[in-house]
Structure formats: structure tokens, C-alpha cells
């Protein structure tokens, strides 16, 4: 049986080399992680905000109008105010830039538009103080009423 | 002198010594990934929950709704449904009035010193809709 070899003299404290080099890597995948998450938790945070905002605001259907000419309109400015009422509930960081109502196929939609400002932890230690997210959601009053009086 | 001497193990003794700081690490990202991920689940299972809640204005079939929904959003993303605690609540429920969904899903603390301070152990999420003022059929 043979006796294990000594380690030669230029080979000691190896392990201790490739931990500083592989340490700041593994703090860095660490930290990136961690940012990542949170960007990313915040990002999905906003795009719920908004969506649940246009949910909401679709639901602002004119009756009188629906009544009189059987189509089914938007309340102005009720429904964009709406939407900013419930994605700012919803996501206190979202800024919603413009809810607008739009005309696709001779149908109603209801867009928001905005931002949040994501700030990392980890990226922030190399001046990187935050990233702009932009969010879009849009939501039809599909439901609605189909005969008057509903 | 004692740098000199022979001495074999070295590298596993420096390896012994650096493995608990590389566990901690991968402990740490393992944690954090579980708990980010929960919360996404959450937030998810908390608006499917309202969506569905809203669509109604029969309290006892909305509360069902926006209980059950949020569970079926959670076994979407491998989350197990039966740990969460959905709660829907209205002061009351008829047309326009806002029904809020809360989902919370306890996750274990990470095995890293101060883990239970680091990571909430139950990440919850909410989300407030109105119920829908119109509709052919509730």
C-alpha cells in the first residue's frame, strides 16, 4: 500500500487561491439573484396593479348611452379615473402615465399606461440607483350590458 | 520553520474551512429564489382570485369564487394549494362595491443565521377589485 504524497510546498493554500477568485463571483450571483428577484417581484406587482385599474374601469359603462343607441361606451372621466384609483390601491409605486379609452373593431378598450421604479440592493453598490419598468395593461367591457336595463 | 514542514490534507482543511461560507451562499440564493417565487405565486392567485370574485353579485357563489380560483392559480405554479389561506372579503357585495382577495403561503425560514429575520415566513398578497356594475347574466 502506498503512503499518500505530501502536497509540494508550491501547492499549498491552492483551495485558499480559488476561493478568492471564486468568492466574489458567487457574492456577485448572489446579489444578482437577489436584484432579479426583486425587479422582477416588483415588475409582475405592477402589471397586476394595472390590469386589476383597467378591470376595474371597464365596468364604467354609460347606461343612458347603451339605452339610447344600444353601444356600449365608456364612461368619461369616470373610467380612467377608475383606473388610476384601483392600480393605485393595488401598487402604490406604479405611476400610471395615461389611461385612455381606444376603438378597436367598433370596440371600446380601456388602456393604462406607466411605470415603476424598480431600485436594486445589490446593483446599487455600483451606481446603478434604479430601473425605469414600463407597464401596459388593456381590458374590454366585454361583459357588459346586452339589452336595455340590465 | 514551520512553513517548511510537509503538510499533506492542507487543501482539505482549507476546503473544510471555506465550506460553510459557500453552503451559507447557496442556502442564501436557494431561499430567497423560494421566496420570490411564492410571492410571485401569491400575487398571481390574489388578482386570478378577485377577477373571478368580481363576476358576481351573489355573495355566497363570489366568496367561492375568489377562494377557489386562487388555488387552482397556485397548483398552475407547483405551489401546493392546501398550505395557502385565501381570504375574500367585502363589507357588502352587489354592483360596484370592492371585493378584496388576500393569499398567504407560509414558507419555511432559510437555515442561515437570522433566516426568520432575513425572509418573511408568510408572504401574503392582495388585490382590490370592484365587482362588475354590468352584465347579461350574474
Given at each position: 500500500?502506498s503512503?499518500?504524497?505530501?502536497?509540494?510546498?508550491?501547492?499549498?493554500?491552492?483551495?485558499?487561491?480559488?476561493?478568492?477568485?471564486?468568492?466574489?463571483?458567487?457574492?456577485?450571483?448572489?446579489?444578482?439573484?437577489?436584484?432579479?428577484g426583486?425587479m422582477?417581484?416588483?415588475?409582475?406587482?405592477?402589471?397586476?396593479?394595472?390590469?386589476?385599474?383597467?378591470?376595474?374601469?371597464?365596468?364604467?359603462?354609460?347606461?343612458?348611452?347603451?339605452?339610447?343607441?344600444?353601444?356600449?361606451?365608456?364612461?368619461?372621466?369616470?373610467?380612467?379615473?377608475?383606473?388610476?384609483?384601483?392600480?393605485?390601491?393595488?401598487?402604490?409605486?406604479?405611476?400610471?402615465?395615461?389611461?385612455?379609452?381606444?376603438?378597436?373593431?367598433?370596440?371600446?378598450?380601456?388602456?393604462?399606461?406607466?411605470?415603476?421604479?424598480?431600485?436594486?440592493?445589490?446593483?446599487?453598490?455600483?451606481g446603478?440607483?434604479?430601473?425605469?419598468?414600463?407597464?401596459?395593461?388593456?381590458?374590454?367591457?366585454?361583459?357588459?350590458?346586452?339589452?336595455?336595463?340590465? | 520553520?514551520?512553513?517548511r514542514?510537509?503538510?499533506?490534507?492542507?487543501?482539505?482543511?482549507?476546503?473544510?474551512?471555506?465550506?460553510?461560507?459557500?453552503?451559507?451562499?447557496?442556502?442564501?440564493?436557494?431561499?430567497?429564489?423560494?421566496?420570490?417565487?411564492?410571492?410571485?405565486?401569491?400575487?398571481?392567485?390574489?388578482?386570478?382570485?378577485?377577477?373571478?370574485?368580481?363576476?358576481?353579485?351573489?355573495?355566497?357563489?363570489?366568496?367561492?369564487?375568489?377562494?377557489?380560483?386562487?388555488?387552482?392559480?397556485?397548483?398552475?405554479?407547483?405551489?401546493?394549494?392546501?398550505?395557502?389561506?385565501?381570504?375574500?372579503?367585502?363589507?357588502?357585495?352587489g354592483?360596484?362595491?370592492?371585493?378584496?382577495?388576500?393569499?398567504?403561503?407560509?414558507?419555511?425560514?432559510?437555515?442561515?443565521?437570522?433566516?426568520?429575520?432575513?425572509?418573511?415566513?408568510?408572504?401574503?398578497?392582495?388585490?382590490?377589485?370592484?365587482?362588475?356594475?354590468?352584465?347579461?347574466?350574474?
Open positions: 500500500m503512503k499518500l504524497k505530501p502536497i509540494p510546498r508550491r501547492e499549498r493554500g491552492q483551495v485558499l487561491v480559488w476561493v478568492a477568485i471564486l468568492l466574489p463571483l458567487f457574492l456577485a450571483l448572489t446579489g444578482l439573484v437577489f436584484d432579479g426583486i422582477w417581484q416588483q415588475y409582475m406587482r405592477a402589471r397586476w396593479a394595472a390590469s386589476a385599474g383597467c378591470v376595474a374601469a371597464a365596468s364604467e359603462i354609460d347606461p343612458q348611452v347603451f339605452q339610447d343607441t344600444g353601444r356600449m361606451v365608456l364612461k368619461l372621466p369616470e373610467a380612467p379615473q377608475t383606473a388610476f384609483n384601483y392600480a393605485a390601491w393595488n401598487d402604490p409605486d406604479l405611476y400610471l402615465t395615461s389611461v385612455y379609452v381606444r376603438e378597436e373593431n367598433a370596440t371600446q378598450q380601456i388602456v393604462a399606461e406607466g411605470y415603476t421604479q424598480i431600485e436594486p440592493v445589490f446593483l446599487r453598490m455600483f446603478v440607483t434604479g430601473f425605469r419598468a414600463t407597464v401596459r395593461a388593456v381590458e374590454r367591457p366585454a361583459w357588459g350590458v346586452v339589452s336595455a336595463g340590465e | 520553520m514551520l512553513g514542514k510537509k503538510r499533506p490534507g492542507q487543501s482539505y482543511v482549507e476546503f473544510v474551512l471555506v465550506l460553510p461560507l459557500l453552503l451559507l451562499l447557496v442556502a442564501g440564493v436557494i431561499a430567497f429564489g423560494q421566496a420570490f417565487y411564492v410571492k410571485l405565486a401569491t400575487q398571481a392567485a390574489a388578482w386570478s382570485g378577485a377577477r373571478h370574485a368580481i363576476a358576481t353579485v351573489n355573495g355566497q357563489r363570489g366568496v367561492w369564487q375568489g377562494y377557489t380560483a386562487p388555488r387552482y392559480t397556485l397548483a398552475g405554479f407547483g405551489v401546493n394549494p392546501e398550505t395557502a389561506q385565501v381570504t375574500v372579503a367585502a363589507d357588502v357585495w354592483r360596484g362595491t370592492n371585493v378584496q382577495v388576500q393569499v398567504c403561503y407560509p414558507v419555511p425560514a432559510p437555515p442561515v443565521p437570522f433566516g426568520d429575520r432575513l425572509i418573511p415566513t408568510n408572504i401574503c398578497s392582495q388585490t382590490l377589485m370592484p365587482t362588475y356594475k354590468w352584465k347579461a347574466k350574474w
